[in-house]
């Protein structure tokens, strides 16, 4: 990917201290933690309750996660302005893991995921991660956007998503047919509002757009309720928080493919916060992520979650972003907006009784729909990976995000064999009378040679020549088949020169 100049939020400061260090409980620090961490919880409580709801799971499972995640991420992880959580990156993986095995043993799923980026950050492994193709980390996370925002849409207009993108994408046609009223108005009005929430005043922005979505379709689903007696379906919650929580159970058999989701989890869950951790370094000037202290703050979050019967966690951008665009100044904000969402969840769970299932599904569409981006698109064309990009984000909606993300590796290698072998020939004719010159680059093995044999056909017998080895391979095939027709090119009487970088090999007058 082209460099870019850093963004710099000027409100971040040069150096945010370490945990609980002396200068994290000054005033000023303090008070700018509180500030920051009261606006990320704004922004992290509706979006865990619709990833959860998304993801098939119990949907306090989504705020035990945010708790954790803010908890034990955020003291041990090595970027100290990230804010981690339940994420939408996941959402896909999780939904198919519940429908295998059972939430139970999801949960134990998740924890040996985090058991294993443990031992990803032990063995230093993260920056390997960096190594995978942007095209094809763009590609997945579009493809998981398109997979949750046709699941969601179903929602939307008052039914129940389907098990695959495909068959919600066949079935919308007649979920259009059969369409609940109110549940498309009080979902319709939670899009709206958070697609046009930043764009209007800064005055008026002071509270996050997610929330205010929630709660004002919350609210006209009251009033549909008193008005015209019009019911939709809301969030259903079984007990409070502490009821939520469950002990992992151990899958009867098909170890493998456990054993395939576990591994899923780590390194989804281990690419999307490393990415996001990168983007939040680019919005402050303190101490850069430390990524495989990172991986290892995700691994005991996500271990501690599994174990809790909570979501997976990552770092998120939506949070991580707010969180230091709000001012925080040390890792204390990604704890306290944690705690204040364990005071909600333990002293207002009929709050989160009381809103409808399509606000929050209105509200993943459109993050779905976000994950998709133009510029990502623009970016692989220009760099020749537009096919990367599409066939892992239709691999991930076709088939599975694991399968899709394999079938854009395997690409991304194929591409990377042909630019290794590629060999360009070009033919410069004169305009004057000059010699012909013809120049070999890249990698001339046999490969190349139909191409050779083609561009020499085009010089005329008799013309003097030049042909210039500028590849930085030449294998025996194409050396040998330069030399003949070099031979036959100078019994014509034809004067020909072959160079390479280094030196003449050989010349005739």
Known sequence: ????????NPGAHSAPPSAWSPRSWRPDNLRADVNASLVVFLVALPLSLGIAVASGAPILAGLIAAIVGGVVAGLLGGSPLQVSGPAAGLTVVVAELVARFGWLTTCAIVAGAGVLQIGFGLSRLA?????????????????????????QLHVVLGGQPQTSALENLTELPGQLAQA??????????????VVCWPRLPRQLRVVPGPLVAVAVATALAVALEQLVAASVARVDLPGGLLAAISVPVLPQGNWGAVIGGVLTVALVASVESLLSAVAVDR?????????DRELIGQGAANTLSGLLGGLPVTGVIVRSSTNVRAGARTRA?????????????????WVVEMIPL??????????????????????????????????????????????????????AALLLLRRAVRARVQHQTPEYGDEHRVTVSGAATFLAVPALSRVLA????GAPTRVDLAAHYLDHAVRDHLDAWVTRQRATGASVVVTDRKHRIGALG
């Open 127 to 151: 920056r390997f991660a960096q190594a995978i193709p942007p095209a094809v980390v763009h590609g997945m996370l579009a493809g998981i956007g398109g997979t949750i925002a046709l699941a």
């Open 458 to 461: 085009g010089v005329p017998a």
């Open 283 to 291: 919005m402050h000037h303190g101490p850069r992520t430390d990524p």
């Open 333 to 349: 904000s990604a704890v306290l907006h944690a705690v204040w969402i364990a005071v909600f969840a333990l002293a207002l769970v």
């Open 1 to 8: 990917m082209p460099s870019t100049p850093p963004h710099r």
């Open 180 to 193: 609940h009223g109110p549940a498309v108005l009080v979902g319709l009005c939670a899009m709206l509002l």
């Open 358 to 411: 399509a606000a929050l599904a209105g509200l993943l569409v459109v993050i779905g729909v976000q994950l998709v981006k133009v510029a990502d698109m623009r970016i692989a064309r220009q760099h020749g990976e537009l096919a990367l990009y599409l066939a892992t984000a239709l691999g991930v909606m076709a088939l599975n995000l694991l399968e899709g993300v394999g079938i854009g590796l395997a690409l």
